[in-house]
């Protein structure tokens, strides 16, 4: 399977973030789900967990990231990939001018997020 991600359609988050999902679908008929997230400055995710771990690498822009039981926030631009535990909440949120474009992967035929905000 070959996917051009221009062919893939938009969802719109809350708050102005897009989503293309990549693979997977509605059905769970894969093992995993994997999706580009597209999101505007000054965009942040609530903070959630899932239940399954959460890779997630950053092809462009800048932010800043944030797992419950680490102290602050670190750093993260293109080129950083996060790995979140099952069930450790999380979120990020773009710093400066451009959007921020993340690459995430979910070990799980199911996206299931539990905002915990």
Known sequence: MIICHDT????????????????????????VRCGIQTSPPGYATPNHTHPYVEIVTVLEGSGEVWIDGQDGTRAISTGTTMVFPP?????FRVIGTTPLVTLGVHSSP????????
């Open 110 to 117: 199911d996206r299931i997020v539990e905002i915990k905000d």
């Open 87 to 91: 069930n450790i909440a999380h979120g």
């Open 8 to 31: 893939v359609p938009e969802e719109e988050f809350p708050g102005g973030a897009t989503y293309r999902t990549l693979v997977g679908d509605d059905q769970g008929s894969t093992p």
